[in-house]
Nanobody
């Protein structure tokens, strides 16, 4: 079993920044990719950013140039630096770990609120 614990969410004003962290623990024998998804009220969960084991990144168009994903393989951790936050970025952000072979795990989420 794999556990993912997110942290770093909170309330920020428009234009502000937050850094999300996710630490994975448990039976981690391989990691294809780690990523961040978000779900706003009344909307479907969507990919925000992902990073593969070899460092390739993928971003949603809506966050390109503002968000940066990074990872620390030694710590089985992934981070999301979010700059120039907009009200539409407000959502619950979920960490995802893809081990391949159809095995993926989710954290419980961390709430990001963007409001003045």
């Amino acid at each position: 079993q794999v556990q993912l614990v997110e942290s770093g969410g909170g309330l920020v004003q428009p234009g502000g920044s937050l850094r999300l962290s996710c630490a994975a623990s448990g039976s981690i024998f391989s990691i294809n990719a780690m990523g961040w998804y978000r779900q706003a009220p009344g909307k479907q969960r969507e990919l925000v950013a992902a990073i593969t084991a070899d460092g390739k990144t993928n971003y949603a168009d809506s966050v390109k140039g503002r968000f940066t994903i990074s990872r620390d393989n030694a710590k089985n951790s992934v981070y999301l630096q979010m700059n120039s936050l907009k009200p539409e970025d407000a959502a619950v952000y979920y960490c995802n770990l893809d081990q391949g072979a159809g095995m993926a795990y989710w954290g419980k989420g961390t709430l990001v609120t963007v409001s003045s």
